[in-house]
């Protein structure tokens, strides 16, 4: 409140008459050289209200699930059958589907992705004429999904289960299934029999599909059953179409899942095998229960078991395979003649065991390729169970396939060709997706950043970790890809893959997210406290469903930091870095005396600073400021303790930041702006006025002058101009005589009152 009180003063003085003896001259301004206009704004970067809701019963504020979170479970009964021929899969399932939520029913809503392959989609309409990841990549066939029938399931009191037709209606890639009763709230349970079938596509939008080989066809079944949609707190039905692009958004539950297939046929399947003896060879039963006791790689059906293998094709047999899975959010299958297999022990954390199982052609095998695949499972498995919470299940098995790489609980298709690093990074990649989303359920057809960023993000450290950094890649150059992190013409992260180019999902989706995360772990928050509160994330929202603002408020809860400024600049917004060095001053222009520095904030986003300044002699000191001198400042002048002579000053020496401008990052001796230090000796002293009761002293401290009016705090002043002070706080301009024996203080409102020296 005192502060107010030098403006009071001095209207006072205008009141009393004082006035009539002051000069109201308007004090002269000074040309300055032009500098560019900074577009930097900390009432964007720090604005409040980063949040639109406040926490509630399901979503707390801390970013943990509320005291009344609920969440819809999906539990699967499935059957298929498989035509290798025709490629087509006849199916059945029974669904169980229990209502938590707070509301009552009277229809339900699946996901038919299969209907994406129709020539009539939404999706196959989107598909651009250049080529694209995305649909049947110009197969034509029968695609979709063919519904033969939809029944409700009830069971009498005596146990007697009847099946009654239902209602349903398809649009595109969705169906909605209309119940003969509504579905109670808080545990509602209805049962939905569909059977159905379709015919794969060779190249199912990178996610599934049948590759040819020389020793028969490789099957990778992917959304192949109708799937049901979230209900959640948020959104209420979670409908968005499949469109090729946007990925998935399914309830968790258990899975049970009969699969036949023709006899010479090997099959591997999300979870655990339960009838290996009707399945499987007695030398590889033998086999396997060796890989699940060994560090190495144990070949379970060889090369030469698979040329072997080729003679029974054609046979009328089949066999039935039988998986369960507990607490997934989905489940996929992989079934062919040409598999060599081979596994090994997984360790995890609490002392149980699982098995990394790898399945794969003749093409692929060799120690420089898919030899080495179960290993590449084994370590990525063990490390990001180590790193952030346990694997689940019982296997992880690694196929190769005709697609570039594509993840399921507990069980990834990976390219068939790769070799070497590639073989290790899509590994690595597609297994990192066990925890993000297959634990951590976030909806990817809305934010693909939630786990294509995050488990980008993990495989940076997943690289670094395996076998003595034996991939281990460069860090990131942010001021390399700063132009195109950071392109103006680009979605934000926070947009939809469906809304992206598909051209910038690779950046939007994967590595923009990933390099903030990397950049908020290693400048901002620092390992240890980044590592918490990510752990503590995931821990939250295992099998469960968050949204971006429950990742956002954990960070910033467990971390102990307001990082809103962060979130707006990286994922909402597509703001750019540009930081700049200034000018340098040396204190009473001797080098000895230390240096100040200025730096400026030219462009949209705030981040901290890292300054290298190396002096003459060659000592470099590294100077680190917190992203708060940006909170209501563009500019910032800071002291650096030197005693001699600066050579040069680096705005961010490691590249760690997406400085989009280099060329002002860098003050040299010699060409940089080397400003002249204000002598503040000869403005110190006691000061008074004739025309009124005043008297001010100017002292300095730590080369800040101080004005001190009597009974009234301290205000600083700074230098505008040949000398020429002014305190904004206190609404004054000091301008001194060229003797430094006296000044003129000027108010707002131009009037000059005279002081001099004592």
Known sequence: MRNNCFRVLFQLALLIGFSTSWSQDTPSTGTTSAKPVSKYDYHDAFGPFFYTNNGSSTRSASGAPGHEYWQNRADYKLTAKLNEKTNEIVGSEILTYTNNSTDVMSFVWMHLDQNLFKSDSRGNALIPLTGSRNGAR??????????????????????????????YIITDSRMQVFLPDDLKAKGGVVKIKIDFSFISPKEGSDRMGVLDTKNGKIFTMAQWYPRMCVYDDIRGWNTNPYLGASEFYLEYGDFDVNIT?????VVVCSGELLNSTAVYTAEEQKRITQAKQSEKTVMIRTAEEVAANVSKAGTTSEKTWHFKIKNARDLSWASSPAFILDGARINLPSGAKALALSAYPVESAGKEAWGRATEYTKTSIENYSKRWFEYPYPVATNVAGNEGGMEYPGIVFCGWESKGEDLWG??????????????????ERLYGWMDEGFNTFINSISSTDFNNGEYKSKPTDLHQNAEY????????????????????????????????????????????????????????WAFKHPAPDDFFRTMENVAGEDLSWFWRGWFVNNWRLDQGVN?????KNDPANGAVITIENFEKMAMPVVLDVKTKSGKVTRVKLPVEIWQRNVDWSFKVNTTEEIESVVIDADHAFPDMNESNNTWKSGTGTVEKDIILDGYLGKFSTKVAPLKIEITEKNSVLFAEITDYPKFALTPIGNNKFESKEAGVTLEFNEAKNGFDMIISSNQKLPFTRD
């Not at 297939?261 to 046929?265: L, M, R």
């Not at 899509?426 to 909806?443: L, R």
């Not at 000018?583 to 204190?587: A, I, N, Q």
Request: charged fraction near 25%.
């Open 485 to 540: 992190f950071t392109d103006p013409k680009n979605e934000p992260i926070m947009s939809s893959p469906d809304n992206m180019k598909e051209k910038n999902i690779g950046l939007l989706c994967y590595f923009k997210p990933s390099s903030g995360l990397i950049a908020l772990r290693e400048q901002i928050l620092g390992p240890e406290r980044f590592d918490l509160a990510f752990r503590t994330y995931t821990e939250r």
């Open 138 to 167: 110009g197969e034509i066939f029968d695609g979709g999904h063919k519904i033969k029938s939809v029944k409700i399931v009830t069971t009498s009191k005596g146990g007697k289960s009847t099946e009654k037709e239902a209602k």
């Open 261 to 265: 297939v023709p006899a010479n046929h």
């Open 426 to 443: 899509v590994t690595d990649h597609e297994f990192g997706h066990g925890w993000f989303p297959m634990i951590v359920g976030s909806n």
């Open 583 to 587: 000018s340098v001053k040396y204190v």
